[in-house]
């Protein structure tokens, strides 16, 4: 898979890795069908939510996607995260002390 960067369609960051994915998943005929370009996790959440059954009955557009109760919910915390994920570890434990 290509590693570019550029905004996800679903969160909306920018500068993260996209991913594709198929609104209409290709299990469910939807191989030549639109695609969207999504960061791993929005595209790892959608899959971990809803079944290939699921997504290509009713929620086979970006739209729908978004205004789903579950997604609603992911993206309010996905959208706090930076666009560089997995970064967790501090560098130092730099702090400013002032001199009494
Ligand atoms: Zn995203
Ligand atoms: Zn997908």
Known sequence: MKN???TCELCQRE????TEHHLIP???GGTF???VMLCPPCHRQIHNLYTNREI???LGSI????DDDKIRKFLKWIRKQP??????????????????
């Open 15 to 18: 500068g993260v890795r996209l």
């Open 83 to 100: 666009a560089t994920a997995g970064v967790k570890m501090k560098k130092s434990n730099e702090r400013r002390r002032k001199k009494r």
């Open 26 to 28: 290709k299990e469910e």
């Open 56 to 58: 290509a009955l009713r």
């Open 33 to 35: 069908l639109e695609t």
């Open 4 to 6: 570019h960067r550029g």
């Open 63 to 66: 739209e729908r996607l978004r």
